[in-house]
């Protein structure tokens, strides 16, 4: 019933966005063209509306048993609408389509308290007050508090979509945010009234996991989420000191969360009559999270590092650990400037210390996509070779446990509109690796970004 529902689904949002598609290439609007260019002036005009259409296609070289078919397609629209009120007051509103045949199902406007990516959604939608000194907003919300290129220990407000472990995005979640500036450094305090799970791979899906990564010893494998019954009761709070003039030259920020782990652990039970562990159910432990961030710059480098310290507060369900990122990122416009415009570099170093182990007799596990970047060195060379076009080239290497991703892709812009990326990912290590896991799901892909 659920697939069938499903499927249903997708095609509505597959037609609904190809017509998103259609409407783009018709006149602003109806009538004569008097009324036209007045109708389509005046929304622009109080609307500065902006939409985004990301069409994703790959084609994996080898057959899945968890979904055997060679070809991936996805796609989504999202229409960005911000509206001036008048007296510091500001309304943000962007309605999103999702078109995936796998996982998209139903309407979530702004809590997506389920486990598909909804159809229909609105990715954020707020009310803010901008003042000289002070900044609130009140709705659904994307956060970044982040200074690293990609893996953050820090950035957390948001729950993740990793239904492509490798494309990471933002769950919007409902937020107030208060933000107060002042001469040397700035405060912001955010206040999450409800708990939303990241959204895992379904459970056909190629990245659903390997069993023997959750558990080398209880073969067990860990699919959808569990979303909590009383997400509504667990509420989380977050502030944050920044300065960029605190001490010159250097962007600071000291970072506190205390929250739910939209992640989850896994409870299970060990059947003696079949020798294998049994799911029993998902829960989302409390912790306290104390970050700090920096970077700086001499002359074409820049620094930058990210630390926290995780205080889980029940430790049979997790572990109190400090994660950390530091790196470096590095533009040259002199070396082979009749080539290439620039040459940029970015090296990171991603790591992991244990304060205290879960407790030996714990029933609970991490599941599959849980924390599998420690020890890692990330790193990438992007060359623009002019404004049009771009070829990057990017790699995370696990030094313990030897497995990696590659991606290797070209950007190009073909007009003012349309962009296309096309690449190619190579994952390799043992089974029983966080990136192994997935040794099966090399591919090439594409993606057409539109923007209007």
Known sequence: ?????????????????????????????????????????????????????????????????????????????????????????????????????????????????????????????????YGETTEIEVGKKIYSWK???????????????????????????????????????????????????????????????GASYVSQSEQTTITNRELPDNWFEKVSVASKISSSTLLPGWDLAAIYRYGYSSRGVVQIDFDELSSSAVVKNMEYPAYNLFGFTFSTAWSDIVGHGEAALYDTRDNAKGEDYLSYILGVTYTNYRWMADLFDEIGFIMEYAGEAVLKEREADSSYLDPSTSRGLSDNIIGSIDVKINEDHIVETAFTYNVTNEDSVFDFKGRSRLNDHLQVVYGYQILSGDSASFLGQWDANDRFYMEMAITY
């Open 1 to 129: 019933m659920k697939s069938a529902a499903i499927h249903q689904y997708s095609k509505i949002a597959i037609w609904f966005f190809l017509l998103i598609i259609h409407l783009t290439s018709l006149p602003p609007a109806f009538g004569d063209e008097n009324t036209q260019s007045s109708i389509w002036t005046s929304f622009q005009e109080n609307w500065s509306p902006k939409l985004d259409i990301d069409v994703w296609g790959a084609y994996y070289y080898e057959d899945s048993t968890l979904e055997p078919e060679e070809v991936g397609l996805t796609g989504n629209a999202t229409l960005e609408l911000s509206k001036d009120l008048g007296r510091g007051l500001m309304l943000r509103i962007d309605p999103k389509v999702n078109a995936a045949p796998l996982n998209t199902g139903g309407v979530r406007l702004f809590v997506e308290d389920q486990e598909d990516k909804p159809i229909f959604t609105l990715n954020e939608a707020f009310l803010a007050w």
């Open 147 to 209: 200074v690293a290129d990609g893996l953050s220990p820090v950035d957390t407000l948001n729950p993740t979509d990793i239904t492509e472990p490798l494309d990471v995005d933002k769950i919007g979640i409902p937020s107030v945010s208060v933000l107060k500036m002042f001469e040397l450094v700035n405060i912001q305090a955010v206040f999450l009234p409800v708990l939303v799970a990241d959204r895992s791979p379904p459970d056909t899906s190629r990245w659903t996991g």
